[in-house]
């Protein structure tokens, strides 16, 4: 049974002439290095699974091709400082033809690399969410809180989110006089003890 997605033909079908090889020779190549490899449609783009977990993707832009892969972070440095992240989206620059392809031999050794850590059960960490880390108020808002004593206990209580929603609301003023009304409304909100959005708030 064929491990190439229709999916995928698709999309290079319908890409750009230039983008067109580019993106059935590195699909080739990824085969060829990994048989056992498998394509999925992920955020728009052909990705290459193995082991049930992502090993590379590619897409096609207007005027350039990118190719990503999915550990990076992970992969020997030697490697990654070959990349060229600031560039484009992927490792590689913007690719607008072969001729900027890396050599097959560099790619076969990210692939590789890549599948080790599929092979290792080795999974991409995300960085610890920072629940209570303070929200930044700007410098002007704060100062008139701390000037009204049951706007402050308020403020103090709420919170982060209800901070943030206060926040976006007055520095999202287009004129100064717009600005200074919010800020006042904000205050007998406070006062109240209500939040931004305190009407549709669940009672």
């Known amino acids: 049974m064929s491990n190439r997605s229709p999916q995928v033909d698709q999309v290079i079908l319908k890409a750009a002439a230039f983008a067109q090889p580019i993106l059935t020779h ?3 190549l990824v085969h060829a290095v990994c048989p056992e490899v498998e394509e999925k449609i992920k955020w728009g783009m052909p990705f290459f699974v193995y082991k049930d977990d992502n090993l590379c993707h590619m897409a096609a832009f207007k005027q350039h091709c990118a190719i990503g892969f999915w550990k990076a972070k992970l992969i020997d440095e030697k490697l990654v400082a070959k990349a060229k992240t600031e560039e484009a989206m992927g490792h590689f620059g913007k690719i607008t033809s072969l001729k900027d392809l890396p050599s097959d031999k560099l ?32 410098a002007d808002i704060q100062k008139v809180i701390n000037k009204n004593a049951k706007a402050k206990k308020t403020w103090i209580a709420f919170s982060n989110s209800h901070r943030k929603e206060y926040i976006q609301w007055i520095t999202e003023a287009k004129t100064s006089v717009t600005k200074e009304k919010r800020i006042t409304t904000m205050l007998k909100l406070l006062e109240d003890g209500k939040e931004r959005y305190w009407k549709s708030a669940k009672k």
């Open 26 to 28: 590195f699909r080739d």
């Open 107 to 138: 790619l076969t050794k990210w692939i590789k690399a890549g599948m080790q850590l599929n092979d290792a059960g080795i999974k991409l960490t995300k960085p610890p969410v920072e629940k209570n880390k303070p929200v930044e108020v700007p």
